[in-house]
Every structure is written in C-alpha cells, then in structure tokens.
T-cell receptor, first 113, second 114 residues
Framework: EDQVTQSPEALRLQEGESSSLNCSYTVSGLRGLFWYRQDPGKGPEFLFTLYSAGEEKEKERLKATLTKKESFLHITAPKPEDSATYLC??????????????FGRGTQLTVWP | DTEVTQTPKHLVMGMTNKKSLKCEQHMGHRAMYWYKQKAKKPPELMFVYSYEKLSINESVPSRFSPECPNSSLLNLHLHALQPEDSALYLCASARGLAGSYEQYFGPGTRLTVT
C-alpha cells in the first residue's frame, strides 16, 4: 500500500543544534516528493520538490535530500523562527487518483533559545 | 509570485447559516483544490478542479458546494453545517493535475460552526 511516513512526530532542538527530519515513502513510480512548512493556523508553505534519488535542494538553513526510499530535511544551526510543523507529501498515481497527494502526519519542530 | 489568497480569514457561522469561502490565484494555474484540516492532522482533500471543471469530489457531504467561476477563482459554498465541520479550510493551486506539479496553498479560512 502506498504511503508516506514522517519521523519523529515532534523534535525539540536548542538554537544552533543541527538535526534531520525523515520522510519515508512507499509510493510506486514516484513523480516527486514535496516538503512544506506550516505555522500554526496558517496554510502550508511550499519549500522543495525533489524528483530523483540523489537530488538535493537548499534554502537558507534547510537542505532536502532524496534516496530511493526516503527523504531527509536537514536543518543546520536552527533558529527559533524555524519552529513549525514540516510536512512531506508525494503525488498519487495515475488515472483516477491524479491530483491527489499522500501527506505524512508531519514533524512538529520546536527550537528554543 | 506564488500567492494564493483566501477570504475571509476567520468565519463563525450558525448551523442554519449560508456562507461562502473565496480563493483567488493569479499564477495561471489550471488546477485548484479545497482541503480541510483539523488540528495536528495533515490536510484532507475535498475537491479538485482542473480547467474549471470538477475533477475530484472526495465524497464530501452536499452541505459543501464548490464553484469555479473562472480560472482564477474558486468558491466553497457552505450551508447547514455541523459543529464537526469546524476546521481550517485551505485552498491550493497547481500548474496542472500531473503529480510532478507542486501545490501552493493559501493562508486558510478558520471556520467555527456554532
């Protein structure tokens, strides 16, 4: 069964303490893997799309990587403003499922000063 | 510009009211989406429009009625809602339905049904 699983559910980091969030997927014929950031009460903000194993993308303190089974969101020297829920998602297959995304349940990141 | 706008930001309505949520994008995207999100859960797909035609209805109750007047606008008409319909309603758009196109989300409408 196709699915997307994120870990950990919650992560608390001290400011400057680097770490990684994991998104594992079992989606056949992956056509992309998306990362979003969501602040409480707001809509998800698009961060990255990864299309193929080995691909990496960076934005400020964030770096996303993709392997054949999982994706990592590396956070280098995080700041309190990086606190948010990070969601990963993968598009579903073809035909009747086109347009749908599998979402992970998210990792709630808290960075304290 | 990758902005999707939604109005209103907050909405409180009684179970007998009729109200509408509005969504707008000017990115030339041809796919538009409505999602419902409960606290600490991922967004849950409700409807998808492609080229202004309803493409997906995820078995949503008829008290939710979507409308796509043109390629930039998406409405969600609400009638006779239940308290359990209280949630954050998100609009999103994408270049198309192809899975490789990322979806851009609006800020959401926080709906409370009393």
């Amino acid at each position: 069964e196709d699915q997307v699983t994120q870990s950990p559910e919650a992560l608390r980091l001290q400011e400057g303490e680097s770490s990684s969030l994991n998104c594992s997927y079992t989606v056949s014929g992956l056509r992309g893997l998306f990362w979003y950031r969501q602040d409480p009460g707001k809509g998800p903000e698009f961060l990255f799309t990864l299309y193929s194993a080995g691909e990496e993308k960076e934005k400020e303190r964030l770096k996303a990587t993709l392997t054949k089974k999982e994706s990592f969101l590396h956070i280098t020297a995080p700041k309190p403003e990086d606190s948010a829920t990070y969601l990963c998602a993968a598009p579903r297959g073809r035909g009747s499922t086109l347009g749908r995304l599998y979402f992970g349940r998210g990792t709630q990141l808290t960075v304290w000063p | 510009d990758t902005e999707v706008t939604q109005t209103p930001k907050h909405l409180v309505m009684g179970m007998t009211n009729k109200k509408s949520l509005k969504c707008e994008q000017h990115m030339g995207h041809r796919a538009m989406y409505w999602y419902k999100q409960k606290a600490k859960k991922p967004p849950e797909l409700m409807f998808v429009y492609s080229y202004e035609k309803l493409s997906i209805n995820e078995s949503v109750p008829s008290r939710f009625s979507p409308e796509c007047p043109n390629s930039s606008l998406l409405n969600l008409h609400l009638h006779a809602l239940q308290p359990e319909d209280s949630a954050l309603y998100l609009c999103a758009s994408a270049r198309g339905l192809a899975g490789s196109y990322e979806q851009y989300f609006g800020p959401g409408t926080r709906l409370t049904v009393t």
